[in-house]
């Protein structure tokens, strides 16, 4: 009888699975990728786990044997390293090899490719278009189409190597509990990986301010942008949210706040956080909370670090301020 697994995408993190029926294995994948047909000429066994971050999912998948895979589009980008298994894949006329260590996308959103998988290990990363999309944007009402990839291959090993020391932060991050239960540490986390997506690999995104922007990066766009992001410091904001409260494009909030305050959007809703976190401090009893617990309800997960900008904002460690207040 054919083995019936179905992950389910929606937890934070499903337990492994290991399957050796081969309708079994092409079902699962399907599940998680999109629809496709798996063949080998030798009984496979496949190990596969999902680690879910919402709007992207980092697996892993192991197999003992040669599979040979048709995909239909699947409509998201989907990042894969050869950890130890060669992957020979076509995608339309375009044929590659890609060996241990290498990164590359499975396929452009909308196109159906064919692959050859060899024993061996593949880490995958899934990423809603519709994150990359949020992440990417620039002038909205002035550029209206969707950001295209243009290429399945890295623009150089040293972004490849970013892309995966990012990758692997994102899912440490997801293995600690207390930060996987913060959206503003997962909602970080995923901005994270669009953003290294977007560097790593040749796309249409506009990168460079238009005349429009640099005219609406003023100190009436810093206003309501610092009054939004006050406003909404509890909240999994980003940067197009807050472009959309300045009702100016991402570009322009980004330009306004290098021009008038010195530092990127995203630092100020940092600095924003943290004073907040600094007033939870001050009100804490240290007998039932936690320095940590603390910096991680404000989206600070590397409790290190949050040590060391408290320290440089206010002049003395967040335990001194949860023992002495």
Same mark, same amino acid.
């Given at each position: 009888m054919t083995e019936r697994v179905r992950v389910n995408l929606d937890t934070p993190r499903?337990?492994?699975?290991?399957?050796?029926?081969?309708?079994?294995?092409?079902?699962?994948?399907?599940?998680?990728y999109s629809s496709m047909r798996v063949r080998s000429r030798h009984p496979a066994r496949l190990r596969y786990q999902r680690v879910n971050g919402g709007? @992207?999912?980092?697996?892993? @998948?192991?197999?003992?044997? $040669?599979?040979?895979?048709r995909v239909e589009p699947l409509q998201t980008i989907v990042v894969d390293r050869s950890t130890t298994a060669g992957v020979h894949a076509r995608r339309g006329a375009d044929i590659s090899r890609y060996d241990s260590g290498d990164l590359f996308l499975a396929a452009l959103p909308d196109q159906p490719y064919t692959a050859?998988?060899?024993?061996?290990?593949?880490?995958?990363?899934?990423?809603d278009l519709a994150l990359i999309a949020r992440v990417a944007a620039t002038a909205p009402g002035r550029r209206p189409e969707p950001v295209r990839f243009v290429g399945l291959d890295p623009l150089s090993a040293e972004l490849a190597a970013?892309?995966?020391?990012?990758?692997?932060? $994102?899912?440490?991050?997801?293995?600690?509990?207390?930060?996987?239960a913060s959206p503003l540490i997962v909602g970080s986390a995923a901005r994270q990986l669009a953003a290294a997506t977007l560097t790593a690999f040749p796309n249409t995104a506009l990168t460079e301010p238009t005349v429009a922007d640099r005219c609406d990066a003023s100190t009436a766009t810093v206003r309501r942008a610092v009054a939004y992001i006050e406003g909404h410091a509890t909240d999994d904001i980003s940067i197009a949210?807050?472009?959309a409260a300045?009702? $100016?494009?991402?570009?322009? $909030?980004?330009?306004? @706040?290098?021009?008038?305050?010195?530092?990127?959007?995203?630092?100020?809703?940092r600095r924003a956080?943290?004073?907040?976190?600094?007033?939870?401090?001050?009100?804490?009893?240290?007998?039932?909370?936690?320095?940590?617990?603390?910096?991680?309800?404000w989206g600070f997960a590397n409790h290190s670090r949050f040590t060391a900008v408290y320290r440089k904002t206010y002049g003395v460690t967040p335990q001194t301020t949860l023992r002495n207040d």
């Amino acid at each position: 009888m054919t083995e019936r697994v179905r992950v389910n995408l929606d937890t934070p993190r499903a337990a492994p699975v290991e399957l050796t029926d081969a309708d079994a294995i092409e079902q699962l994948l399907s599940d998680s990728y999109s629809s496709m047909r798996v063949r080998s000429r030798h009984p496979a066994r496949l190990r596969y786990q999902r680690v879910n971050g919402g709007s @992207f999912a980092l697996d892993t @998948f192991e197999q003992s044997a $040669v599979l040979d895979v048709r995909v239909e589009p699947l409509q998201t980008i989907v990042v894969d390293r050869s950890t130890t298994a060669g992957v020979h894949a076509r995608r339309g006329a375009d044929i590659s090899r890609y060996d241990s260590g290498d990164l590359f996308l499975a396929a452009l959103p909308d196109q159906p490719y064919t692959a050859r998988v060899m024993p061996g290990r593949i880490d995958a990363c899934v990423i809603d278009l519709a994150l990359i999309a949020r992440v990417a944007a620039t002038a909205p009402g002035r550029r209206p189409e969707p950001v295209r990839f243009v290429g399945l291959d890295p623009l150089s090993a040293e972004l490849a190597a970013h892309w995966w020391s990012t990758r692997c932060y $994102v899912a440490e991050l997801l293995n600690n509990s207390e930060a996987a239960a913060s959206p503003l540490i997962v909602g970080s986390a995923a901005r994270q990986l669009a953003a290294a997506t977007l560097t790593a690999f040749p796309n249409t995104a506009l990168t460079e301010p238009t005349v429009a922007d640099r005219c609406d990066a003023s100190t009436a766009t810093v206003r309501r942008a610092v009054a939004y992001i006050e406003g909404h410091a509890t909240d999994d904001i980003s940067i197009a949210d807050i472009a959309a409260a300045a009702h $100016v494009s991402i570009r322009a $909030v980004q330009l306004a @706040f290098r021009r008038h305050l010195g530092m990127p959007p995203m630092a100020y809703v940092r600095r924003a956080r943290i004073d907040h976190a600094h007033r939870d401090l001050v009100a804490a009893d240290p007998a039932a909370t936690t320095v940590g617990a603390i910096a991680t309800r404000w989206g600070f997960a590397n409790h290190s670090r949050f040590t060391a900008v408290y320290r440089k904002t206010y002049g003395v460690t967040p335990q001194t301020t949860l023992r002495n207040d």
